[in-house]
């Protein structure tokens, strides 16, 4: 099926371990973001990709990193999670007006 | 700093109890701002985007209406299945990016 695809869907792990969070789009669309979903905060963006190799921070990028080496995958890593990195995550890819998401990983930091 | 506050946090209505849910906003140039619909464990749905003041734009039950400090979503004769959070978003004009608020949670009873 055409859209992104997220994996995993819901992941469990222990503070101070790396955890990759996958994303990948079957369309060929340039922009890609990820964002975290929590109570009270709604969604923030964490980092954007304008293109492969092209990346940017956004509000809330600090213990992420992102890579974009094809443009139809856009991992993004914790490198050391912390238990505030506890969040539904979400991946999308901006095309013709339109901000398509996923369905979201679920990550829980023990 | 784009600003998006969205009220009320959450509204509860009776089946065919109309009601508007509102996006206060402030960005320095607009350049779109976006409606969503989000279903419990699933990723955001587009609905609509509006992009000048007095622009309004409708899709079954739901109209959307902008002016240059503020959305409304109307609801008119809710049914349960409209039972989502809602989400509104604003892109500025030097961006790709978009500045989420917080949601609505609209629960129809039958």
């Known amino acids: 099926d055409a859209g992104i695809t997220q994996s995993p869907r819901y992941k469990i792990t222990e503070t101070g371990r790396q955890v990759t969070l996958m994303c990948h789009q079957t369309w060929s669309h340039s922009y890609m973001f990820w964002y975290r979903q929590d109570l009270g905060h709604g969604l923030r963006l964490i980092y954007y990709?304008?293109?492969?190799?092209?990346?940017d921070k956004g509000e809330v990028s600090d213990g992420y990193v992102v890579s974009r080496s094809k443009t139809e995958n856009f991992p993004l890593t914790l490198e050391s999670a912390t238990r505030s990195q506890t969040s539904v995550y979400f991946c999308?890819?901006?095309?013709?007006?339109?901000?398509?998401f996923g369905e979201g990983s679920r990550l829980t930091v023990l | 700093e784009d600003q998006v506050t969205q009220s009320p946090e959450a509204l509860r209505l009776q089946e065919g109890e109309s009601s508007s849910l509102n996006c206060s906003y402030t960005?320095?140039?607009?350049?779109?701002l976006f409606w969503y619909r989000q279903d419990p464990g699933k990723g955001p749905e587009f609905l609509f985007t509006?992009?000048?003041a007095g622009e309004e734009k409708e899709k079954e039950r739901l109209k959307a209406t902008l002016t240059k400090k503020e959305s409304f979503l109307h609801i008119t004769a809710p049914k349960p299945e409209d039972s989502a959070t809602y989400l509104c978003a604003v892109q500025e004009t030097s961006g790709s990016r978009l500045t989420f608020g917080e949601g609505t949670q609209l629960t129809v009873n039958p």
């Open positions: 509006l992009y000048s």
């Open positions: 960005v320095s140039g607009l350049r779109g």
């Open positions: 999308a890819s901006w095309h013709t007006g339109e901000l398509f």
């Open positions: 990709s304008a293109a492969a190799d092209i990346t």
